[in-house]
């Protein structure tokens, strides 16, 4: 009897023990709000000093954190550029009492009286800035581990929504991220699509670009003659083309690491097709920070895009730059329609002339600052071409319809993890590396219950909700 007692004592030891391990995790949620006006705080940085492990806020200004148990009495740093930011121990955060946060703005005027001289133009904070990259940016390998998620849809619903857990590996600032970086799709979380009839003509491109036939019209295909398996063919090409992960990062858009690329749009032209003016001084986290507003300049600026016409833009919206190091904390970039070809087809295909939205947020670890937080916006062609004379049928007002018609697209990608030990880099390139965000995984429970993912705002849970009901085309 006294054996069996001391058997079963050890068995509810072990699942204990196993209970502990597997929920080593504490769950930080709250909201975060400007304590003068009231409103929340949008995409505030909430993460523990001197690691990677962070979120930042949605759009109704909350959040949620997993920490694990292990950094318990570390400190929990939340800030913003232009607030004081709020710390205190993780394990006495408390979760029921909304997070108020304070003004905190730096006189320009008392910043200046300095001894050593400095830039005192916005082009010369940036030109500075751009000097200082190869100290400020990450200069050996290194792997980054986060959370991606990929939706698209038009004014009225989601059609689209896939959410991943990635690696990203890059070699080093100094090298070229065309040649040296990589992007691997971990884990699948959420992939729901309901691109169907909304695809015609994407379709259409597609046989355009595969078959050669320049013949085809997008007004004479019909759905119901449309395999669906060949439907599905030439949606993923075009999202591979058009929104493939590896574009992202690879691209012109990401501003400061491809700087140093041919036709980089931050390179040595970069006062050709942009001008900067120092808006005001700010503080981030006790650090004062450049507000230097982004503007056109004198020539347009184009993203070379192969098989799409993507040029004739202005650029439009803001940096904020370290004052003591000129370190880049983060870029909010827009790409406008300025030629009149360009204005004619952005108005036309997509109901607006912004046809680019980038926020990229950076973090210092280690003396080097990576990126934590990345958001692109762009519109997308999708239902467009002829529209039939008279009356339409259920399916052409369906297609036609502004509602319907007009789509975007949005990645977000939150960077929780900086992997720098050079054998788990080794062990992690000896493995096969597939970008692929559209081909489905099995959904593993368990890798995710301690994963930090961005929360949805209130209105985009909704929709997402809408959307897993009625998806249909892929549905896990």
């Known amino acids: 009897m006294v054996s069996k007692n001391k058997n079963l004592s050890l068995l509810i030891v072990l699942i204990v023990a196993f209970s502990f391990s597997s929920y080593s995790q504490i769950e930080l949620k709250n909201k975060i709000v400007d304590s003068i006006l009231d409103y929340p705080i949008e995409s505030a940085s909430i993460y523990v000093q001197n690691t990677t492990i962070g979120t930042v806020s949605n759009i109704d200004g909350k959040f949620v954190l997993q920490v694990p148990k292990k950094h318990a009495k570390d400190t929990l740093v939340i800030s913003t550029i232009g607030y004081k930011s709020y710390k205190t ?3 006495e955060f408390d979760n029921d009492a909304i997070i108020y946060l304070d003004e905190d703005v730096a006189s320009l005027d008392e910043v200046l009286i300095v001894a050593d001289p400095r830039p005192e133009t916005g082009n010369g904070v940036v030109l500075k800035a751009l000097e200082k990259l190869q100290e400020n940016m990450p200069d050996s390998a290194y792997i980054q581990k986060g959370f991606l998620r990929h939706k698209e849809r038009n004014t009225k619903e989601f059609k689209w929504l896939i959410e991943s857990a990635i690696s990203v590996y890059d070699s080093g600032f100094a090298s070229p991220s065309s040649e040296y970086l990589k992007v691997n799709v971990d884990q699948m ?46 949606i993923k090409w075009n999202d591979t083309r058009v929104n493939g992960l590896p574009n992202l990062f690879k691209g012109k858009l990401n501003l400061v690491r491809n700087s140093k ?3 980089a749009l931050f390179g040595e032209d970069i006062l050709d097709k942009h001008l900067f003016a120092i808006d005001t001084i700010l503080v981030d986290n006790d650090r004062k920070i450049y507000k230097i507003q982004i503007a056109k300049g004198n020539e347009y600026v184009g993203l ?20 003591d190091n000129y370190a880049i904390k983060k870029i909010e970039y827009e790409l406008v329609a300025a030629s009149p070809a360009q204005k004619s087809r952005s108005k036309t295909l997509f109901g607006t002339q912004t046809n680019h939205k980038l926020v990229i947020n950076y973090m210092a670890y280690n003396d080097k600052m990576y990126p934590s937080y990345m958001y692109y916006e762009t519109p997308k062609l999708v ?17 036609y319809n502004k509602e319907e018609r007009y789509y975007y697209t949005v990645q977000e990608i939150l960077f929780s993890e900086v992997v720098e030990d050079k054998e788990k880099i080794s062990e992690a390139l000896s493995k096969d590396w597939d970008a692929d965000i559209f081909s489905p995984k099995p959904y593993n429970k368990e890798f995710w219950k301690g994963y930090n993912i961005l929360l949805e705002s209130e209105e985009d849970e909704k929709l997402i909700q809408d959307l897993t009901k009625r998806s249909k085309l892929y549905k896990d």
């Open 383 to 399: 239902n467009v071409g002829y529209k039939p004379k008279g009356k339409m049928n259920k399916e052409e007002e369906k297609r």
């Open 189 to 234: 979380r959420k992939s729901y699509d309901l691109r169907d009839v909304d695809s015609l003509f994407t379709y259409y491109t597609y046989l355009k670009n595969t078959t050669g036939n320049r013949s085809l019209k997008a007004e004479n295909l019909k759905r119901d003659t449309i395999p669906t398996s060949r439907l599905t063919k030439s």
């Open 261 to 263: 690329e041919e036709d």
């Open 304 to 323: 070379n895009t192969e098989g799409i016409y993507n040029e004739g833009y202005y650029p439009k919206g803001w940096m904020y730059i370290y004052w």
């Open 89 to 91: 121990p993780v394990d």
